[in-house]
């Protein structure tokens, strides 16, 4: 069945450090992919998103790539801020319009 | 934001008793899901609503019941808590659109002693 696979956390890093999350996904068909986040305390929001093979989702210095010969859609940024310590979320679409999101991966940024 | 409000946003119960968790929102989006946030698990769904009156069962939905009569408003019920329904519950909205993108109220926490 339709599913995704993050890497565990905590993600642990310095400030101005570079961050990959990783991101499998199984599913039927063509999906869309997400990166959603989750701030302390708060609902999740959409971070970026692709929605064909070899799109890249971009948004506050975060990229991913839809990698469809991987099934993969990894969370990239080149310098992590304190302000980015959050969880973050893979999904994807799925059947009647619903999202299969992954476990979830805590990042902390430290000064 | 899409206007999501939930409520209410802190509830403590005892187990067998009954619990309605109540999704508003404004933004007049056809679908409503209720997910459940737990360690180790991600989100997960547990039931939503294709419009008024038509809802259907997500991954884990044994022990609740949802309910749609109005567009902008969306019941959870717990018929009979039980404390491994303690979670963090979120109701999410979407257009439908094959954007497959959602937003989220602020999470109802619910703790079932």
């Known amino acids: 069945g339709d599913s995704v696979t993050q890497m565990e956390g905590p993600v642990t890093l310095s400030e101005e450090a570079c961050l990959t999350i990783?991101?499998?996904?199984?599913?039927?068909?063509?999906?869309?992919l997400f990166w959603y986040v989750q701030y302390p305390g708060e609902g999740l929001q959409l971070l970026l998103k692709?929605?064909?093979?070899?799109d890249k989702g971009s948004n506050k210095g975060f990229e991913a790539t839809y990698r469809k010969e991987t099934t993969s859609f990894h969370l990239e940024k080149g310098s992590v801020q304190v302000s980015d310590s959050a969880v973050y979320f893979c999904?994807?679409?799925?059947?009647?319009?619903?999202?299969?999101f992954g476990t979830g991966t805590r990042l902390q940024v430290t000064l | 934001d899409a206007g999501i409000t939930q409520s209410p946003r802190h509830k403590v119960t005892e187990t067998g008793t009954p619990v309605t968790l109540r999704c508003h929102q404004t933004?007049?989006?056809?679908?409503m899901y209720w997910y459940r946030q737990d360690p180790g698990h991600g989100l997960r769904l547990i039931h939503y609503?294709?419009?008024?009156?038509?809802?259907d069962k997500g991954e884990v939905s044994d022990g609740y019941s949802v309910s749609r009569s109005k567009t902008e408003d969306f019941l959870l019920t717990l018929e009979s808590a039980t404390s491994s329904q303690t979670s963090v519950y979120f109701c999410?909205?979407?257009?439908?659109?094959?954007?497959?993108?959602?937003?989220f109220g602020e999470g109802s926490r619910l703790t079932v002693l």
């Open positions: 999904a994807h679409t799925g059947t009647a319009s619903k999202l299969t």
């Open positions: 990783n991101c499998t996904y199984t599913a039927t068909g063509y999906p869309s």
């Open positions: 692709a929605t064909k093979a070899d």
């Open positions: 933004e007049n989006h056809r679908y």
């Open positions: 609503s294709y419009g008024v009156k038509d809802t």
């Open positions: 999410a909205t979407g257009t439908g659109a094959d954007t497959g993108e959602l937003f």
